[in-house]
């Protein structure tokens, strides 16, 4: 799967005036990847993407395509396509006309051009529709010529800006498997901005997880969510319950946190935090609520909470349980449902553990807002 | 729709709109028109012997356009044949002018972020239509005149040895003209430009296509309505224009609206000038109208 074309960015700097919307990022993507940028409105994706199809200069660094460096050349001097945030389709022109204006820009004939359409809309389910305008499909379908517009300019690379975040939530589920389907099928390098971590999740290779201007971390998504390098990241890609304290304590790869709260909980620090901290630092636990269960009697003291229920909630396959711990400590619990006979009463009082390799300890930093 | 209306404007607003706009259209606009349509009908008589027994219906005025006075030599009223169609020509091509002009200006203004320079920059177009239309003609005949700036200049640097007649060659008067109407062919499509999502432009350069390939696929088909709009105003106006071709023409060009002119005022003949002034009209109606049709534009995409 490595015959796609690998996209790096070095030591790269964008700036509007004075203004820094992307700060030092380094990326290597493989060719052929599913690659995403995840991050919150605002923290910078766009630019990145802009930055890689040649509608923005770095002010520093180097952007390469297939190990060659794009300094200076335009939009339409890269192998790169860009579906827009807001799909961009001409609104004037059909369907067909849509998908094939890279080829009339090339001066294909009529008839050429026809044939292509057709081939690729046949590819993306659209096959009678080709005739028709923009404005008289639905939203989905849109996203698809927009997808089939981008491909028959025949890239290397593919940009995606947030295509799905204009859809309904079930097309949107649809439309991820749609997507990953295409770029297994064509094999190019594809390049996807989202601010929902679902979807990064399950269509990316590889995620990049971006604070404000900054790419936190690189990784898988299983690695990005098992494994966070800073406190961002473990409190923005999925659930998280988080414990403020002090390192106690530090032994084979785990660290004793005192939390302020809670009393002394044992972590696993993560490879991103690995030599980041020492002894007295600020420290923050993080626990999925899937990472706390119903103390046995042989847990240990620092892997257990003690916690009232304030309110339970039935999901089908799961259920969560909402608890206060210690001096009005919130929390959320979630137990795979096993058919038990009832729900946990409010009122009643707890003991959790959880696994010290589960929970995950960072330096005290940056928090995702709700 | 006309309860919604009722209901933002309030039942006395509304009702004052309505008249006003009926006051407008029908006391101003329609009744006087019809007054001229059928003036024109009739031959020229002294006022107290309209409708008389001396009064009858004719189409006398309409043809003393093409053929002239009885037992005129030539057989066509050569003359003011002449005078319409250059009219009528001229004012195309001053459309065009400005259209070519004004089209970089309009998409400029449109798809530039906003800002401070392009607020100054429309206050610029603006400013100098405060000063009265023959005010500005007269302004434009100094700087073209024999002895005006642009003479003075050219000979300073002696590109030319002797000035140039730009009011007999009728540069003049396109210039002023074409400056006259500027702003109405540039408002309409900067409107329409500017509601044009840029993402649209920079996928068409994503693509490849080079600059004069996005105007022609992506840019005009979409300010269509905006261009018809600014070239039908343009052209009924400068066909219809007087002060401009009074001042600013040559000794030998006759604007057709002159003849109008002088049909009513030094002939005192109405009937006749009812009846170029109706000929006038239709072929401005008809013009803009097959140019229309030709560029497949609806009447409804004009208001926009
Ligand atoms: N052309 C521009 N001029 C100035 N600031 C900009 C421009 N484009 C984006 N920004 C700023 O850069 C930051 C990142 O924007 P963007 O990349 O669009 O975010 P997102 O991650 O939501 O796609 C924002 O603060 C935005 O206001
Ligand atoms: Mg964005």
């Not at chain 1, 990145?48 to 770095?58: K, T």
């Not at chain 2, 009739?42 to 001396?54: A, I, R, T, V």
């Not at chain 2, 007999?168 to 074409?178: D, F, K, M, S, T």
């Not at chain 2, 000794?251 to 057709?256: D, K």
Request: proline share 4%.
């Amino acid at each position: 799967m490595s015959s796609g074309v690998a996209v790096d960015l070095q030591d790269m700097w964008i700036k509007f005036g004075d203004f820094v919307a992307v700060r030092d990022a380094n990326v290597h993507i493989n060719g052929g990847d599913f690659f995403s940028f995840l991050g919150g409105s605002g923290c910078g994706k766009t630019t990145i993407l802009r930055a890689v199809s040649g509608f923005l200069e770095p002010a520093d660094g180097k952007i390469l395509i297939g190990g060659n460096d794009m300094k200076g050349k335009g939009p339409n001097e890269r192998p790169t396509a860009l579906i827009f945030q807001n799909l961009a389709l001409f609104p004037l022109m059909k369907v067909w006309e849509n998908i094939t204006f890279s080829m009339e820009v090339r001066g294909a004939s009529a008839g050429e051009r026809r044939k292509r359409a057709d081939e690729l809309l046949d590819m993306i389910a659209l096959s009678d529709q080709g005739d028709k305008l923009p404005s008289e499909l639905s939203g989905g379908q849109k996203q698809r010529v927009a997808i089939a517009r981008a491909l028959c300019a025949e890239p290397d690379v593919l940009l995606l800006d947030e295509p799905l975040s204009a859809l309904d939530l079930g097309l949107r589920h649809h439309m991820r498997t749609e997507l990953r389907e295409i770029q297994k099928r064509v094999g190019i390098t594809f390049i996807y901005i989202t601010h929902d971590q679902g979807e990064a999740l399950t269509m990316s290779d590889n995620v990049a997880v971006m604070r404000t201007a900054v790419i936190d971390q690189i990784g898988s998504g299983k690695s990005v969510y098992d494994d966070p390098s800073t406190s961002f990241v473990a409190s923005f890609v999925g659930m998280n319950n988080m414990f403020r304290g002090k390192v106690k304590s530090i032994s084979k790869g785990q660290a004793l946190v005192e939390t302020n709260r809670t009393g002394n909980l044992l972590a696993r620090i993560t490879t991103g935090a690995t030599g980041k901290l020492a002894v007295g630092d600020d420290a923050m636990v993080f626990i999925r609520p899937e990472g706390l269960h119903i103390a046995e009697k042989s847990a240990k003291s620092n892997t257990r909470i003690k916690a009232n229920v304030r309110h339970s909630e039935f999901e089908g396959t799961s259920y969560n349980v909402f608890l206060e711990g210690d001096a009005g400590k919130e929390m959320k619990m979630s137990l795979v449902n096993r058919g038990e006979a009832r729900l946990y009463e409010p009122g009643a009082e707890l003991t959790l553990q959880f696994d010290a390799t589960q929970a995950v300890v960072v330096p005290a930093g940056e928090l995702a807002s709700e | 729709m006309l309860t919604n209306y009722f209901k933002t404007n309030g039942m006395v607003m509304g009702w004052g709109l309505l008249l006003l706009v009926f006051f407008w259209i029908v006391i101003l606009i329609i009744l006087p028109q019809i007054y001229m349509f059928n003036l024109s009908f009739h031959p020229h008589l002294p006022p107290p012997e309209m409708g008389g027994p001396k009064d009858f219906l004719t189409l006398e005025n309409y043809r003393y356009l093409v053929f002239g006075a009885d037992g005129n030599p030539d057989g066509y009223n050569k003359v003011d044949l002449l005078v319409f169609i250059r009219t009528l020509t001229a004012a195309a091509f001053v459309t065009i002018l400005d259209l070519f002009l004004c089209y970089p200006i309009a998409y400029y203004l449109g798809q530039s972020t906003g800002g401070g320079f392009v607020r100054i920059l429309v206050l610029l177009l603006i400013i100098p239509y405060w000063i009265n239309e023959i005010l500005r003609a007269f302004a434009f005949k100094i700087i073209f005149g024999d002895s005006g700036v642009i003479n003075e200049f050219l000979m300073f640097f002696s590109v030319i040895d002797s000035p140039i007649d730009f009011i007999r060659a009728n540069v003049a008067l396109y210039a002023g003209l074409g400056y006259a109407y500027i702003l109405l062919m540039i408002f309409p499509m900067y409107n329409v430009i500017e509601s044009l999502d840029r993402n649209q432009i920079e996928a068409a350069r994503d693509m490849g296509a080079p600059w004069w390939m996005i105007h022609k696929r992506i840019v005009i088909p979409y300010a269509k309505p905006g261009i018809s709009s600014g070239c039908t105003m343009v052209f009924m106006l400068s066909a219809g224009a007087l002060a401009a071709p009074q001042i600013l023409g040559g000794p030998s060009s006759l604007w057709f609206t002159q003849l109008v002119y002088q049909w009513f005022n030094t002939g005192g003949n109405w009937p006749q000038a009812s009846a170029y002034a109706i000929i006038l009209l239709l072929a401005c109606l008809v013009i803009v109208l097959s140019v229309m049709k030709l560029f497949k534009v609806n009447m409804g995409d004009i208001g926009k």
